[in-house]
């Protein structure tokens, strides 16, 4: 399939499944996880700021990690992928669905999820903490606000509200995003290596069903010999020679 029919199948859908990673959030300079372990962060291992096992031993350290992340994603703004993304779900309105690996919530602050369609977070979002008594989500105040650890309002103290080494992804989430790609007629795997599991594998539900997969990607990866159309482009290149164009998407 050619850049051109792969426009006509997006236009025709009337169910469109995407799931983004890391390189959507590039051009907004957000770093990936592990190069967000630079500076004084970069003589730990992931495992020892992401694990359950990390945050029992030292929480101080690892909030100290996390508050660090959520200051600089808090100040970042969401790119033109992000935007195109917002637009295809307007297009698109119920058919649409949205997965992201990112914690950096961009997508939702660009509009998506409010649109017609559904946003998914499946590792959480920095901007959130979990009491750790009750499992309440809540949200926390502004970086310069946050007073560490932070204490819901039932006085308990909270963790980060992401998915750390050794945890499972949310049940619900997981099952949302397995049936969407499934019924998918077009699936868009976006900045993201698919080798982390379960989500990688959302593709091939779509594949098994019938449906198209196109992959924006700069770099091949494991999903590049099964994908309908590879696109070696960054994520914000790649949508827009994908949408523009496209009077209409559904």
Do not use: C
């Amino acid at each position: 399939m050619d850049l051109a029919a792969a426009r006509q199948v997006l236009q025709s859908a009337a169910h469109v499944a995407v799931l983004t990673g890391a390189g959507v959030s590039a051009a907004s300079g957000i770093p990936t996880f592990r190069e967000a372990q630079s500076g004084h962060w970069a003589r730990f291992r992931p495992e020892d700021l992401a694990s359950p096992q990390a945050y029992a031993h030292d929480p101080d350290t690892v909030w100290a990690w996390y508050a660090g992340r959520y200051r600089d994603v808090s100040a970042a703004q969401p790119n033109g992928g992000h935007t195109w993304l917002a637009e295809l779900e307007r297009r698109k309105g119920a058919g649409f669905f949205l997965a992201t690996q990112n914690v950096d919530g961009l997508h939702a602050r660009a509009g998506s999820g409010s649109l017609g369609g559904r946003l998914v977070e499946l590792h959480g979002n920095l901007s959130q903490a979990r009491d750790e008594v009750t499992g309440i989500i809540h949200s926390l105040p502004a970086p310069a606000d946050l007073i560490l650890p932070p204490r819901s309002p039932a006085g308990h103290r909270m963790r980060p509200h992401v998915v750390w080494f050794g945890e499972f992804l949310p049940e619900d989430a997981l099952a949302a995003a397995e049936q969407a790609f499934a019924e998918a007629e077009v699936a868009l795997i976006i900045g993201t290596s698919s080798v982390v599991y379960p989500a990688a594998g959302l593709a091939l539900e779509t594949l098994r069903g019938g449906g198209r997969v196109i992959e924006i990607n700069p770099e091949a990866t494991e999903l590049t010999p099964a994908a309908s159309l590879s696109l070696r482009m960054g994520a914000e290149e790649g949508l827009a020679a994908l949408l523009e164009g496209v009077d209409e998407l559904s």
